[in-house]
């Protein structure tokens, strides 16, 4: 008589201990992803700190932020690719040992080109480790209920690390050097270096695509320029150079898009792209974190440059804004049973837009309490958006093209990472250097520095003599005064892309359906 029962709890045991075991993996899998989210906005808190230190160019400090992300995002796609073809977790696990020990020589750099060399180094090891983890939350997670809670787990992570950068960096910024914040990849990188292999099963891709040197060549080309031009249009008294390097971006992206189509098989199925489902999620996920990524790069220098806060303050600040981010990317996916798809995107999206507009309305008066609002306001919008995004990519393509799939929402994340920076940034820099008035009595190479970064003002108004203390007052107020200027400029640019946004959403996925048919657009 006990003989059903003995086979019923034993059958359950297993399935209860595998459960356990597929989200213990999930745990481990959010500390790379965490890592590398933090890692894209914990240095934008760091520039105060930094140009004292490393005294970088305008052009250099940008760079130092951007270098990373670019690398990241060009390899990406390569990288995972060979994750594909000799194992999605031996990548992540050279990719781990990687970051950590260049992370850990980032943070003794002594000048701004050893800083941009580990910078770039950090993202090919970077590269590395972002490919696998959707791709492995795809493999341990077969169930579609559970896959799509542990994306918005994934999602969360990405879009909460964004925001929890700031707080993270601000505290070691207020205890330590400004190196420290790469000292923090140890310790995070450790639980995976440890329990990955004994909780993170091995995948690869039975059938992938083939290791193609060119098509690794132009995927870095089409973004390495493309960045390059932006900046050169802002901040180069000739337009040629920029447009000339967005022009040959444009043309490899061309390039490889053709090489792809050809091949038997490809590096990258581009052929994805002519799913409307599909590249709507992408544009989504890609205007989602340019707006974020853009939002803390102003906002972390104006709480503690113009607002006067120290960095752990500051770091205080941004807690709202981090709480809704993660709170809303796990709400969205309870939403999504009782709206359409498309209604909670587009309503993260106006979120956002909704944020950008207050800043626009209130952020030339400097008011901290309208830049926290609207930090808030497009934290909830980011968390929502990314999570259903970044889902949607993965649930509108076949199961044998989920890898690629993963691969190209990853980089359109880290695209979006470094054109809110390339972009927001280099045009509020190119803004601030143009309305900032210098006092007559600066010298030529006190007005230069002054001129590249608002961290070069204020450094510039420290070195002066106590005699002349009302002229660096009057250098940080006309500086305050440009910075915040430029702040209006770039928030009504990113207000006009996330409405072109909403726009092409509403046109492209609205009207149509997911195979899985529990959720309806």
């Known amino acids: 008589m006990s003989t059903p029962n003995l086979k019923a709890r034993t059958k359950q045991e297993p399935t209860a201990a595998a459960h356990r075991k597929r989200w213990a993996a999930l745990v481990v899998l959010m500390f790379p992803v965490l890592l590398i989210s933090v890692d894209n906005t914990v240095l934008s808190f760091a520039v105060p700190a930094l140009s004292e230190a490393l005294t970088p160019s305008s052009n250099q400090l940008l760079w130092i932020i951007d270098i990373y992300p670019l690398i990241l995002a060009g390899l990406l796609v390569p990288m995972g690719s060979l994750g594909d073809r000799f194992g999605r977790r031996k990548m992540l696990m050279i990719g781990s040992t990687g970051f950590a020990t260049v992370s850990a020589a980032a943070a003794f750099a002594t000048s701004a080109e050893q800083l941009i060399a580990a910078r770039a180094l950090l993202g090919v090891f970077g590269a590395m ?11 341990i997670f077969t169930d579609a209920n559970e896959r799509r809670k542990a994306i918005a787990i994934w999602a969360a992570a990405f879009s909460g690390g964004a925001a929890l950068g700031p707080i993270v960096g601000g505290f070691l910024l207020e205890h330590f050097w400004w190196g420290s914040v790469f000292l923090l990849a140890v310790p995070m990188l450790l639980p995976l270096l440890f329990l990955g292999p004994v909780l993170i099963p091995e995948s690869r891709d039975p059938k992938p695509g083939s290791i193609d040197p060119l098509s690794i060549i132009l995927v870095i080309m089409t973004l390495l320029p493309i960045v390059f031009g932006i900046k050169e249009l802002t901040q180069a008294s000739s337009p040629w150079l920029g447009i000339f390097a967005i022009a040959l971006g444009i043309a490899c992206g061309v390039a490889f898009t053709f090489r792809q189509l050809k ?4 590096m990258l199925d581009v052929r994805l792209f002519s799913n409307p489902i599909f590249s709507g999620a992408l544009l989504v996920n890609l205007l989602s974190i340019f707006a974020f990524v853009g939002f803390i790069y102003f906002l972390s220098q104006h709480l503690q440059l113009v607002a006067g806060y120290t960095p752990m303050m500051a770091g205080v600040l941004m807690l709202p804004g981090l709480a809704l981010t993660v709170s809303f990317g796990l709400i969205a996916v309870p939403l999504v049973r009782k709206f359409k798809i498309s209604t909670v995107m587009i309503a993260g999206l106006a979120l956002s837009a909704t944020a ?10 400097g008011s901290v309490a309208a830049l926290m609002i609207g930090f808030s306001v497009l934290g909830a919008g980011v968390g929502m958006a990314e999570t259903l995004s970044n889902d949607l990519a993965l649930s509108s393509v076949p199961a044998s093209k989920a890898g690629a799939a993963s ?5 359109a994340y880290e695209v979006g990472s470094v054109l809110g920076i390339a972009v927001l940034g280099s045009i509020l820099n190119a803004v601030y250097t143009r309305n900032l008035q210098v006092p007559a009595s600066l010298s030529a190479e006190q007005a230069d520095s002054a001129r590249q970064t608002l961290g070069g003002a204020h450094e510039v108004a420290a070195g002066l003599p106590a005699s002349e203390a009302s ?3 009057q250098l940080l107020a006309s500086a305050s005064t440009a910075f915040d200027a430029g702040v209006v400029i770039t928030s009504g640019i990113a207000v006009a892309l996330t409405l072109i946004t909403i726009f092409i959403i509403s046109k492209t996925i609205r009207g149509s359906r997911l195979p899985d048919s529990t959720n309806s657009i």
Request: aromatic fraction near 6%.
């Open 356 to 365: 950008y507009g207050i800043v626009l309305a209130f952020g030339q008066s």
């Open 407 to 411: 691969a190209i929402s990853e980089t």
């Open 263 to 266: 091949r038997a098989n490809p």
């Open 471 to 473: 002229i660096g007052e």
């Open 129 to 139: 480790l972002m490919p696998a983890t959707l791709s492995l939350i795809r493999n």
